[in-house]
């Protein structure tokens, strides 16, 4: 076999943690299978992968040419990139001072009647500059893939008007254009009723509908149209309204579903083929079984039931029993979830929703790839996909999960090249 031209090796690597699959998702028992290889390698060539696995089989496929750069992992684990499937990350502040109502035992209906929740951090959005807003969206990116995270998938929802969910659209493809990390833009006007139409919501979801799905879709700003399915929010009669709008426009159908109350948005997501159901706390035996039937996957947010404060989880393991398909991501937002830290969800994952790190580490990379329809190009090192990987602190895949509240991502790579993070935009 004719070797393969290399312009970066990387050798020394204690565990490498290939996830090589076989083109399917990972369920059940196949979550733990994530391709651990002892003194492995890896290679590249112009930011894709030409071989991973054991080092002598690497460095006898791959020929490194004259400018080839030679990387010491220093006995560390290496591994996918991150791939953070649901993500607020783009807003105006932080809602701190619900944070101190929170954990002290303020419910969230009162909060809501306090003028917080959605309807607070829409406010701060619309009063923020596009500039401004992409500048402090672009601080929280930054330190995203200081985390280990690669692709990203990042969602509107703070404007609730055409002018604002734009805005939002634009700094999101911003940011796309800016930072060599896979970015993943989702329409989310669907998150809430805005307060100026609380009496009159079918004008909303008829201004969703008929005006701002027609003008995403114009300027092709978006992939997929996400909707919150709650008490509160949007009915299960709206979001279906709302998401097969979306769908006949041409963006896939994705869902916030079951976070604090079973409204049956588990089996609507069954019935229109969504990408996904978010969230998924109150999750009953019905909305499991058709959604592992209909192949949806459930995106489990460990983040948000710690940062509520909470001790109520998605239940991960009867998930798991009845075959469905799982990722694990931040849901990174002003307020319930204010992480953007892949490896935090790993470790509140494994320690509240009894998940097995490798059962983790199967649902923040290779699986999410799956959900952003990006399982050609991330979430494994295998031949062909883009060389996103991260040097772990670590000489063991399990200190991912064991050892938390720290950052364990020593280094990270994107499409083959180093990142360093850079102290401004």
Same mark, same amino acid.
């Given at each position: 076999?004719?070797?393969?031209?290399?312009?970066?090796?990387?050798?020394?690597?204690?565990?490498?943690?290939?996830?090589?699959?076989?083109?399917?998702?990972?369920?059940?028992?196949?979550?733990?299978?994530?391709?651990?290889?002892?003194? %492995?390698?890896? $290679?590249?060539?112009? !930011?894709?992968?030409? +071989?991973? /696995?054991?080092? @002598?089989?690497?460095?006898?496929? =791959?020929?490194?040419?004259?400018?080839?750069?030679?990387?010491?992992?220093?006995?560390?684990?290496?591994?996918?990139?991150?791939?953070?499937?649901?993500?607020?990350?783009?807003?105006?502040?932080?809602?701190?001072?619900?944070?101190?109502?929170?954990?002290?035992?303020?419910?969230?209906?009162?909060?809501?009647?306090?003028? %917080?929740?959605? $309807?607070?951090?829409? !406010?701060?959005?619309? +009063?923020? /500059?596009?500039? @401004?807003?992409?500048?402090?969206? =672009?601080?929280?990116?930054?330190?995203?893939?200081?985390?280990?995270?690669?692709?990203?998938?990042?969602?509107?929802?703070?404007?609730?008007?055409?002018?604002?969910?734009?805005?939002?659209?634009?700094?999101?493809?911003?940011?796309?254009?800016?930072?060599?990390?896979?970015?993943?833009?989702?329409?989310?006007?669907?998150?809430?009723?805005?307060?100026?139409?609380?009496?009159?919501?079918?004008?909303?979801?008829?201004?969703?509908?008929?005006?701002?799905?027609?003008?995403?879709?114009?300027?092709?700003?978006?992939?997929?149209?996400?909707?919150?399915?709650?008490?509160?929010?949007?009915?299960?009669?709206?979001?279906?309204?709302?998401?097969?709008?979306?769908?006949?426009?041409?963006?896939?159908?994705?869902?916030?579903?079951?976070?604090?109350?079973?409204?049956?948005?588990?089996?609507?997501?069954?019935?229109?083929?969504?990408?996904?159901?978010?969230?998924?706390?109150?999750?009953?035996?019905?909305?499991?079984?058709?959604?592992?039937?209909?192949?949806?996957?459930?995106?489990?947010?460990?983040?948000?039931?710690?940062?509520?404060?909470?001790?109520?989880?998605?239940?991960?393991?009867?998930?798991?029993?009845?075959?469905?398909?799982?990722?694990?991501?931040?849901?990174?937002?002003?307020?319930?979830?204010?992480?953007?830290?892949?490896?935090?969800?790993?470790?509140?994952?494994?320690?509240?929703?009894?998940?097995?790190?490798?059962?983790?580490?199967?649902?923040?990379?290779?699986?999410?790839?799956?959900?952003?329809?990006?399982?050609?190009?991330?979430?494994?090192?295998?031949?062909?996909?883009?060389?996103?990987?991260?040097?772990?602190?670590?000489?063991?895949?399990?200190?991912?999960?064991?050892?938390?509240?720290?950052?364990?991502?020593?280094?990270?790579?994107?499409?083959?090249?180093?990142?360093?993070?850079?102290?401004?935009?």
């Amino acid at each position: 076999m004719t070797p393969l031209s290399a312009d970066l090796i990387v050798t020394d690597i204690s565990e490498l943690v290939t996830l090589r699959g076989d083109g399917r998702p990972r369920t059940g028992d196949s979550l733990r299978e994530i391709g651990v290889v002892k003194d %492995g390698a890896l $290679a590249a060539f112009g !930011g894709r992968i030409v +071989a991973a /696995g054991a080092r @002598e089989d690497v460095m006898r496929a =791959a020929r490194p040419v004259a400018e080839c750069v030679h990387v010491d992992a220093g006995r560390r684990v290496l591994m996918p990139g991150f791939v953070d499937c649901h993500t607020h990350l783009v807003f105006a502040a932080y809602r701190l001072d619900e944070y101190e109502w929170r954990v002290a035992g303020t419910p969230y209906a009162e909060i809501a009647a306090r003028g %917080g929740g959605i $309807a607070k951090s829409v !406010g701060h959005l619309r +009063a923020m /500059g596009e500039e @401004e807003l992409l500048a402090v969206s =672009a601080a929280r990116l930054r330190s995203a893939i200081a985390y280990g995270t690669t692709t990203i998938e990042i969602k509107s929802g703070y404007g609730l008007d055409l002018e604002n969910e734009l805005k939002q659209l634009r700094v999101i493809s911003a940011l796309a254009a800016r930072y060599p990390v896979t970015i993943v833009p989702t329409f989310l006007g669907g998150h809430a009723i805005p307060t100026e139409y609380r009496e009159k919501r079918e004008d909303y979801v008829r201004l969703l509908t008929d005006v701002m799905i027609p003008a995403v879709v114009r300027e092709n700003l978006a992939e997929f149209n996400d909707v919150f399915c709650e008490t509160g929010a949007f009915s299960r009669e709206e979001t279906e309204r709302i998401l097969r709008s979306g769908q006949r426009a041409g963006l896939k159908a994705r869902m916030h579903a079951e976070e604090l109350t079973d409204t049956g948005g588990a089996v609507l997501a069954a019935e229109i083929g969504a990408a996904s159901a978010d969230h998924l706390k109150k999750i009953g035996p019905e909305g499991i079984n058709r959604m592992a039937a209909a192949g949806v996957f459930g995106v489990l947010l460990p983040g948000t039931s710690f940062g509520l404060p909470s001790l109520d989880f998605a239940p991960a393991r009867a998930m798991l029993a009845a075959g469905m398909r799982l990722a694990i991501a931040t849901d990174f937002n002003p307020g319930s979830s204010t992480s953007e830290s892949m490896p935090m969800m790993i470790a509140i994952a494994c320690s509240h929703m009894r998940l097995s790190p490798a059962e983790a580490i199967s649902m923040a990379t290779y699986n999410p790839a799956f959900v952003l329809g990006r399982e050609r190009e991330v979430g494994s090192l295998e031949a062909g996909k883009r060389a996103d990987f991260i040097v772990l602190n670590a000489v063991d895949h399990r200190e991912l999960a064991n050892h938390f509240g720290v950052n364990p991502v020593a280094r990270v790579f994107v499409g083959g090249a180093a990142w360093e993070t850079p102290r401004s935009a």
